[in-house]
Each structure stands twice: as structure tokens, then as C-alpha cells.
């Protein structure tokens, strides 16, 4: 039995697909669905029991879990609740590793990219503490899973148990199907699609750094599928351990993207740029790139697909269909 919190969320649902279409439905959901249409991320899934957090900690006493897959969290990089974030990202997390250690349970976490804030020191997935005491998250999700990563591998250097498996997973620029409900969490793609759809004018950011066109901020995309394939691969792999960075290892431009989108429609690109708010000048990425010698030296030898593939297959596989959910 397989245990996934945040199972309904936009990855958690992704992975319960991944696991069920390789024939596992002995897989416990962890999650809240609230009163919007969440639910729609698990309506084409086989569980094996839903349970909501505030009963996660009686549910797991006595229980015999071949590996907990940790997504759940809050996610929001605008949040501003520092106790929550801390409950949800933090606190949750050391329950569900101190279960694990306990229980010799393999465990499979979701860090992020965010952890390395504005990428001043590169985006490798060192996990010597002199080096990731170094990063400094820009926002409060960030550094809630910054701090996960620096107790868990405290344990390890003081030489404390841990699980027989940890995998800590830096998630970078996530995008696919059953991310609907994140509101302004989703990826672009999934925002303006509705504008290229009706041939409206997609607006992105100006630039305001020298030597950087409008548009050409960068980031490193990555679909849904293959980032569940190389959680997917950890899984299969119990003796490899570690933190590692879950991205493509290629940066492509905002711009790159939402013509992407226009292009599996056939249509042109219709984008105007406008002024970046002052608000977030100071605090904006103008570049993410995942590191992905570490996961190639772990022996992960899956490949990664195409932006405009991975746009294409997403806009005309799930966004341009009255059935968006996988």
C-alpha cells in the first residue's frame, strides 16, 4: 500500500494516474477537496481509502505502508500565513519522516526550486550543509521547504536514523492537466489559454534589465509527466537517496511558451508586453535552469520532452477538450 498526500492536488493526482495506470490501486489519498471542483482531479482514479489530514496521524498508527510519496503542502508563493505554512510544509513533514524512520518506510518529499531563491548561486543540487545553508528563498513557501531540507539532512550529519529511502524532489516549473484549481498558481499555459483559444492579445512582462529582450524571462518547464517519471523512477530505485533537482536542464522564455500554445491551435502569436508592477521588480526571477547532472549520475537515463511537444500535447490533449482532467 502506497500512501500520497496531496494526493488530489496538481502532481499528488498525477502521481495516484502514474501508480493506477501502472496497475497499483492499493493507494491511499491524503487531502482536502474543499467545495470546488477538485475532486475532478481523482473522478477517474481507483483508491484505496481518502483520508483528510487532521486524521493523517491516528490513520498511519499501526500501519504498513511500502512508501509514503509526501506532495502535499501549500504551495503558494504569495502566502503570507507564516503558522500555516509552517503546519502545512514544515511541521507535517517531520511527522510523516519521523513515521518513516520509525516504520523503515521509504520517503519520497517534494522540495522546490524555490529553495534556491534568485538563483545568484546557480540552481546544483548540492546537499552539503555549507551549501544549502547558503541559499536564501525569496518567499515563505520557499524557505518552509529550505528549512525541511536543512533539518533532514541536519539528522543525517549528526548521524540520527533516517527512512531506508529519502528523496527530497526540486520541483521547478511544473505544468500540465489537473492544475485547474490552483487559480494563480497555474502555470501561464493554463491561464491564458482561454485567450489564445479566442484569439485575444496574451500580455507578458517587459523586461527591465539591460540585455534581456521583453518576454525572454526564462524559466525551466517541465510537464507534469516527466516530472512524475523520475519520482516514479525513485521509487523503483529504494537504494538511491538524496535531494535532487526535478527539471528539464533547459531554460526556455515566457514568450517560447505562449507561442507554443498559439502554435498547437494554429494560430499566430498575438502577445503584447507590459510594464512589470513595481511591486515584484525587485524580487522577479529573470532565470531558473535545473542542474541535471546529479539525477544522471544517480542512473536516471528518461528523457524530457520538448516545450513545445509538451505545450502542444497539453493544450490539444487536455485544455481544448470539454474533459481537461487526466
Not at 525569496?138 to 533539518?151: E, I, Q, R, T, V
Not at 527591465?208 to 524559466?219: C, F, V
Not at 523520475?230 to 531554460?251: K, M, Y
Request: proline share 3%; net charge neutral.
Amino acid at each position: 500500500m502506497l500512501l500520497v498526500t496531496g494526493g488530489a492536488g496538481f502532481i499528488g493526482s498525477n502521481v495516484v494516474a502514474s501508480l493506477n495506470e501502472a496497475g497499483r490501486t492499493d493507494v491511499v489519498v491524503n487531502d482536502w477537496l474543499g467545495t470546488e471542483a477538485k475532486w475532478r482531479n481523482l473522478a477517474k482514479r481507483e483508491i484505496a481509502d481518502f483520508v483528510p489530514p487532521e486524521d493523517l496521524a491516528w490513520w498511519l498508527d499501526g500501519r504498513r505502508l511500502d512508501a509514503v510519496i509526501h506532495m502535499g503542502a501549500n504551495s503558494d508563493t504569495t502566502a503570507r500565513d507564516g503558522d500555516e505554512v509552517m503546519e502545512s510544509n514544515f511541521r507535517l513533514s517531520l511527522m510523516l519522516l519521523d513515521w518513516c524512520t520509525k516504520n523503515r518506510v521509504p520517503f519520497i518529499y517534494a522540495s522546490s526550486a524555490a529553495t534556491y531563491g534568485n538563483g545568484e548561486g546557480g540552481f546544483v543540487d548540492d546537499e552539503d550543509l555549507r551549501a544549502l545553508r547558503k541559499l536564501a528563498p525569496m518567499n515563505l513557501y520557499g524557505w518552509s521547504k529550505h528549512l525541511f531540507d536543512l533539518a533532514l539532512k541536519g539528522r543525517q550529519a549528526r548521524g540520527e536514523p533516517l527512512p531506508p529511502q529519502w528523496v527530497g524532489l526540486k520541483f521547478f516549473n511544473v505544468f500540465g492537466p489537473n492544475e485547474y484549481h490552483k487559480g494563480e498558481m497555474a502555470s501561464l499555459v493554463a491561464k491564458r489559454f482561454a485567450d489564445v483559444k479566442a484569439d485575444r492579445t496574451v500580455t507578458l512582462f517587459k523586461s527591465h534589465r539591460d540585455g534581456i529582450a521583453d518576454g525572454d524571462q526564462r524559466r525551466d518547464f517541465i510537464c507534469v509527466e516527466d516530472a512524475v517519471a523520475v519520482l516514479r523512477w525513485f521509487l523503483d530505485t529504494p537504494t538511491v537517496s538524496g535531494i535532487f533537482n526535478v527539471g528539464t536542464g533547459e531554460a526556455r522564455s515566457f514568450r517560447d511558451l505562449i507561442t507554443a500554445a498559439f502554435a498547437a491551435l494554429g494560430k499566430p502569436a498575438n502577445i503584447e508586453y507590459v510594464d512589470m508592477p513595481l511591486s515584484i521588480r525587485d524580487q522577479y526571477q529573470y532565470f531558473t535552469q535545473a542542474s541535471v547532472e546529479k539525477l544522471r549520475r544517480a542512473g536516471y537515463n528518461g528523457g524530457f520532452t520538448r516545450l513545445e511537444d509538451a505545450v502542444g500535447r497539453y493544450v490539444t490533449g487536455f485544455l481544448d477538450r470539454a474533459d481537461r482532467y487526466r
